[in-house]
């Protein structure tokens, strides 16, 4: 959605996204500044249960369980998130068993409020969304899905280039991971720079 805001002209100066081809898109669009864009971080995927619920989850298999009624994941074909979870239900091979169960949220946010609402058992979301909330949280192993990549990028005609470029900067080195990892987000695998 907010690449599609760019695309239509919206004035930002940096563009932060959990799927790096949202961001490759506006580069090829050839809205972006060249040379600007870092892969900063990897987001984790997380099963995660309110603390009151009556349901345990030490694997995905435990989505099995029949008191495991509803299971949340952001729409996979928008969400980043969502396409990971879809993954790892595939990857741990219970995604035709689980289909039933399976509630779409817009986005990881409206699929985290599904779980806390008590409207669906589990959702799988993004750590760093319930790493300071209470209750159940099962890390999916990175293994089952693709990495999620966060990238940023400086885009064209930025209000605030040079400040825009030092926080993409920032972000990519040494004091923004430290402040990503307390956030629950892990440093990317490739170097931070492309």
């Known amino acids: 959605m907010l690449a599609q805001q760019i695309k239509s002209g919206a004035k930002v100066d940096v563009f932060a996204a959990a ?13 972006t500044i060249p040379g600007t864009k870092r892969i900063y971080a990897r987001g984790r ?3 995660w249960a309110r603390a009151d619920a009556k349901v345990e989850i030490n694997s995905l298999n435990d989505l099995l369980k029949p008191e495991i009624k509803r299971i949340a994941i952001a729409n996979p074909v928008t969400a980043p998130y969502g396409l990971a979870a879809s993954h790892a239900l595939e990857g741990a091979g219970v995604r035709e068993a689980v289909q039933p169960k399976l509630v779409y949220g817009e986005n990881v946010r ?4 599904l779980a806390r609402s008590g409207n669906v058992d589990v959702a799988l979301v ?18 089952l899905h693709s990495p999620i990549e966060q990238a940023a990028v400086v885009i064209k005609g930025a209000p605030n280039e040079a400040l825009a470029r030092r926080f993409v900067e920032t972000l990519a080195g040494p004091d923004g ?8 987000f892990e440093p990317p695998i490739a170097p931070p720079h492309k």
Not at 22 to 31: K, S
Not at 177 to 184: D, E, H, N, P, V
């Open 19 to 31: 799927n790096v081809a949202f961001v490759d898109e506006l580069e090829t669009a050839g809205l």
């Open 177 to 184: 991971q430290t402040l990503l990892k307390r956030y629950g």
């Open 126 to 143: 993004s750590r760093s969304l319930v790493l300071n909330l209470s209750g159940k949280t099962y890390l999916i192993p990175e293994e």
């Open 45 to 47: 995927l997380v099963a």
């Open 110 to 113: 409206q699929t985290l409020e």
